[in-house]
């Protein structure tokens, strides 16, 4: 096949991209990098490929998408130099498709006009940023509330597409409320360790009796258990306002 039918084909399918890097993508991450959805959320195992996936797509747009900008926002300024190395190492496994216009530690400017940015996940740092066509929030449930209140108006205009990827950090916080009450707005896309081929079950079963239930729900079956300090679990605060439920010591008792 001839340099110009695989980049045409690269351009039509970021699958093709991925398979560019010696990427096998499991159907979920072929799912992730075609869909086209607005708003998607990637409930994901440890190590289960899903920062690696998002590098891809955020490399497919920059490439193929000239005068595009991608915003890669993470909790701290160490983990989102981990996510920003990741793009870069996609980007040079392809041999550079692109040449680039300038490169650091946390930014990629392609001579298409493409921008690579990331970000450490707070409102201050962000505010500048206007029409991003991709927004990747990696350890989404980590990142509060009112950073994300102050990113979303970023897509407005362009009509960018926002991937949200994390595991679960306990009942609470904004991707916990879209994963379980955002209803059609978002796609949500759940991969917990027993799926992944590349985790081995002695594995996880070490890891279970390592970490204690707790955690081990979180990090590898992708659960959203109670907050390890919560005295009270979820089911017994909507009791209080369940009507159905009859009270353990009745007024006037």
């Not at 190395?85 to 041999?95: E, I």
């Not at 450490?120 to 929030?137: D, K, M, N, Q, Y």
Request: hydrophobic share 40%.
């Amino acid at each position: 096949m001839s340099r110009l039918a695989v980049d045409l084909a690269r351009a039509l399918d970021p699958v093709q991209l991925a398979s560019g890097i010696g990427m096998d993508p499991d159907p979920w991450q072929a799912e992730v990098l075609r869909t086209d959805h607005p708003r998607l959320l990637l409930n994901c195992c440890r190590q289960s490929g899903k920062s690696t996936t998002s590098a891809v797509k955020a490399t497919h747009v920059a490439v193929y998408e000239p005068g595009s900008l991608t915003l890669l926002l993470s909790p701290s300024l160490r983990q989102s130099q981990e996510v920003f190395r990741k793009v870069t190492a996609v980007y040079r496994s392809l041999g550079r498709p692109v040449p680039s216009e300038s490169e650091n530690a946390l930014s990629l400017t392609l001579e298409n006009g493409s921008r690579i940015v990331s970000l450490p996940g707070t409102e201050g740092t962000i505010r500048s940023f206007s029409a991003v066509r991709l927004l990747v929030v990696d350890e989404a449930s980590r990142v509060p509330d009112e950073t994300i209140a102050a990113v979303r108006p970023m897509l407005a205009v362009s009509g960018g597409q926002l991937v949200a990827l994390s595991t679960p950090w306990g009942r609470r916080g904004w991707w916990f409320e879209a994963w379980e009450n955002g209803g059609a707005v978002w796609k949500r896309v759940r991969v917990p360790a027993s799926e992944c081929p590349r985790i081995s079950p002695t594995f996880l079963a070490e890891e279970r009796a390592a970490l204690g239930e707790w955690f081990y729900r979180q990090e590898y079956d992708c659960a959203f258990a109670e907050t390890s300090a919560q005295l009270f679990t979820e089911e017994h605060l909507r009791a209080m306002y369940d009507a159905r439920v009859r009270p353990l010591f009745p007024t006037g008792a």
